[in-house]
């Protein structure tokens, strides 16, 4: 602390003081006075601890991150310094860490620890993987704001869910339709949406997902409303289905003992798969014109359109083909999960994909990886805090931003960032 | 016909509360072109701070009603305004000049936080307020329908009148709102003149605040339940009746809210209640597509 000059120490403490005051006054009447649903009308029962509490807290934290701030400040302007070694090193790990990361991927069942629950978890961060990398395609790349991939998640499982009821198809029949059908309504809904600019384009997405979400929660008939489709087929093994059975099951054909763990590992796979082909195209796509086109149109469309691109077709095809992913991955979200409700297509999902692609990096495919393990997994450990694990997971989205507004690993970080006030 | 007169009467009211909202969004737009996801919860928390008051109050004998709801809206008036800058202060301001979505990411994470922190210092459950303000006149009766205007709707259309109009003179003819004017059309050229664009920008979240906690009383009264989720819905509602009337447009975000709440209104009274937000969605896109820049909004002017 030597560092610190004593005129500083004022000014740091009366900061302090007014944040305290401040949080007392936001947490009087939302924390310090709850209201309780009682029999006889709401009744309040004032609780000042916790409100002395929080503003300690808040006091306390604001006093040791103004502390860290001013040593910053007073040490070295180190920033510009550690920028450009530092990011190529990082990049030149990069490269050792795909191949690491595919590798221990592939290997992950086979691990001691690999216990079921780490396996759902692993299987619950690949699908968003899987999704985060689809709609990269429409915002990292194409630079289209989409609120509302969700639905193109609900089409992909309420697809796959009602031709398996209906028709008896199989899955690996039905994935591919999915697809198709995802990849029509982003056809339908791109086509006269997709002149709107920015923020436009947003509002109406999100009022897509919506709509989506509204008609299977009341087209009851077809839907099945708020119950969902439930008793959806389990995809199979080449036809071997993974039962407790003697005949024609994964486990007699094989001669191993019958564990439930071998569908949840083929489930692994299966997602691992399709998450990896999702990065495949994309990379490949990227490299085709379509996929330049796309990355110009992001950067400056009006040079775009005077080079002759035409920014319709080419925002369609990046909406059809994030859509076509997104509908993947939403039927094998049904059949992992056997029961598909509209509960779990709602604004909040597509809120959470979207943060993963933007919180990774725009564009950025090893950074939506690090996104989902960070978001998905590091709240997937607040689990048991069930009502605390959405509260962490905005104040992780925020604080993520705050710290690293371009993402975790920005895709097109400038070696030196000029400082300006106001520009955008 | 008396049918139909009773929910114009409703869409009015349902629209003038949407209309509150909606100027939040417009102005936060209109000066930093982000949408302030977190405004929606906003309003929300300023429903929970009425009721809250309300209940203190009535706890403690005061029963004259105007004292109370005066003393309630202008206490919720300023709470909600004090959480509209913190908001700003933790979630914007260290974002101002980084690219365009990373602010809509921590609005979206700050409209999280939010919910779920009201859910757990006010739990999960519907919050019911018995009615404060009942009675009205009775309009029409034709035998078999009566057309009520309650006191309720006659204060909340008056005084969506009465703000709008403080409101649209207050960025027309005062200083504050000549420098906000400036921000919106250019920052730096702004800060060059000598205006505190921060100070301006943060005024900004406050009235937006301001005028969404009327709205958040309003709708307790009106509606008599609240929950912690009431927030996303109004929200999106607003922010849909924002782009519909030209976003960054003032006449416009009042204009559009009543739209939307005619339509869900209408919608609701004469075709099917559950499709009521896809009505109004739908309506969105098909102004959108013929008017990209809504209703009264600028075409805007692109530059090389």
Same mark, same amino acid.
């Given at each position: 602390?030597?560092?610190? !000059? ?30 309780? !649903? ?95 990398w689809g709609l990269n395609i429409v915002v990292g790349l194409a630079g289209l704001l989409d ?17 398996? !009821? ?20 982003g056809?339908?809904?791109g086509f006269?949406v997709l002149r709107l600019r920015g923020d436009?384009l947003a ?14 929660? !009341? ?62 195209i994309t990379l490949r796509l990227r490299k085709l014109p379509v996929g330049r086109a796309w990355e110009a149109l992001r950067e400056d469309e009006i040079a775009c359109r005077s080079l002759g691109i035409n920014p319709t077709n080419t925002k369609l095809t990046a909406f059809a083909i994030g ?34 692609v933007v919180?990774?990096g725009m564009g950025s495919q090893?950074g ?38 371009r993402g975790?690993?920005a895709h097109r970080e400038p ?9 955008s | ?63 004259? $009603? ?12 300023? $709470? ?19 690219f365009r979505l ?11 936080? $939010? ?185 805007e002017?692109e530059k090389v």
């Amino acid at each position: 602390m030597s560092v610190l !000059n004593s005129e500083k120490l004022p000014p740091i403490l009366k900061d302090s003081v007014i944040t305290g005051l401040i949080t007392l006054v936001l947490a009087v009447p939302i924390v310090g006075l709850p209201t309780i !649903n009682a029999t006889e009308g709401l009744q309040i029962e004032p609780r000042w601890s916790v409100v002395i509490w929080m503003v300690s807290a808040v006091f306390l934290g604001r006093l040791v991150l103004n502390f860290w701030w001013h040593r910053e400040q007073t040490s070295s302007s180190s920033t510009i310094l550690l920028n450009t070694p530092f990011l190529q090193s990082l990049q030149q790990l990069l490269k050792f860490i795909i191949p690491i990361g595919v590798l221990f991927a592939l290997i992950l069942p086979t691990m001691p620890f690999a216990s079921r629950y780490v396996m759902d978890v692993a299987i619950l961060v690949i699908t968003y993987i899987m999704l985060g990398w689809g709609l990269n395609i429409v915002v990292g790349l194409a630079g289209l704001l989409d609120l509302g991939y969700v639905a193109f998640y609900a089409i992909g499982a309420y697809s796959y869910a009602l031709l398996a !009821n209906y028709f008896d198809w199989s899955f690996w029949i039905c994935l591919p339709l999915a697809g198709v059908f995802a990849a029509i309504s982003g056809i339908l809904l791109g086509f006269p949406v997709l002149r709107l600019r920015g923020d436009y384009l947003a509002i109406v997405t999100l009022g897509f997902g919506e709509i989506i979400r509204v008609i299977l929660l !009341n087209w009851y008939e077809f839907t099945g409303g708020p119950d969902g489709i439930s008793g959806i087929p389990r995809p199979s093994f080449f036809g071997l289905e993974f039962k407790r059975s003697s005949e024609g099951t994964f486990s007699s054909f094989f001669g191993l003992d019958y564990s439930s763990m071998h569908r949840i590992i083929f489930l692994y796979y299966l997602i691992l798969a399709l998450a990896l082909l999702t990065n495949f195209i994309t990379l490949r796509l990227r490299k085709l014109p379509v996929g330049r086109a796309w990355e110009a149109l992001r950067e400056d469309e009006i040079a775009c359109r005077s080079l002759g691109i035409n920014p319709t077709n080419t925002k369609l095809t990046a909406f059809a083909i994030g859509a076509t992913f997104g509908g993947l991955a939403g039927s094998f979200f049904a059949t992992r999960q056997g029961f598909i409700s509209p509960e779990s297509f709602t604004f909040i999902e597509s809120a959470v994909i979207l943060a993963i692609v933007v919180l990774g990096g725009m564009g950025s495919q090893i950074g939506v990886v690090l996104a989902s393990v960070v978001l998905i997994g590091g709240t997937e450990l607040f689990r048991e805090l069930e009502e605390y694990r959405m509260l962490a997971f905005g104040a992780l989205m925020v604080g993520i931003m705050v710290w690293k507004p371009r993402g975790l690993l920005a895709h097109r970080e400038p070696t030196i960032r000029i400082k300006t006030e106001g520009s955008s | 016909m008396e049918y139909f007169i009773q929910q114009l009467i409703n869409g009015v009211t349902l629209g003038s509360i949407y209309g509150l909202i909606a100027i939040g969004y417009t102005m936060v737009y209109g000066i930093i072109g982000m949408i302030n996801f977190a405004h929606g919860d906003i309003f929300m928390i300023s429903a929970f701070i009425a009721l809250i008051g309300l209940l203190v109050l009535f706890g403690a004998g005061i029963t004259w $009603l105007p004292l109370v709801l005066i003393v309630v809206l202008i206490l919720s008036m300023f $709470l909600t305004a004090a959480w509209g800058w913190v908001v700003e202060r933790i979630a914007y301001r260290p974002l101002r000049g980084s690219f365009r979505l990373a602010p809509l990411i921590s609005a979206i994470g700050m409209s999280l936080f $939010l919910q779920n922190f009201v859910q757990i210092a006010q739990g999960a459950r519907i919050k019911p307020l018995p009615p404060v303000v009942s009675g009205g006149f009775i309009l029409m009766d034709s035998g078999d329908f009566t057309v009520n205007l309650s006191y309720l709707q006659i204060v909340i259309v008056v005084l969506t009148l009465v703000l709008m109009t403080g409101f649209s003179l207050l960025i027309s003819k005062t200083a504050l709102g000549r420098q906000q004017r400036a921000c919106e059309q250019d920052r730096t050229m702004a800060a060059l003149v000598g205006i505190n664009v921060d100070r301006t920008i943060s005024l900004t979240f406050v009235i937006g605040a301001a005028l969404a906690s009327v709205a958040g009383l309003m709708f307790l009264l009106y509606y008599g339940v609240i929950d912690f989720f009431i927030g996303f819905l109004a929200g999106i509602k607003a922010f849909t009746a924002a782009v519909l009337g030209g976003i960054g447009s003032l006449p416009g975000a009042m204009l559009g809210g009543l739209l939307i709440g005619l339509i869900e209104t209408f919608w609701s009274a004469y075709f099917t209640i559950e499709y009521k937000d896809v009505a109004a969605f739908s309506i969105l896109v098909l102004v959108l597509i013929f008017r990209p820049t809504g209703l009264l909004g600028q075409p805007e002017v692109e530059k090389v």
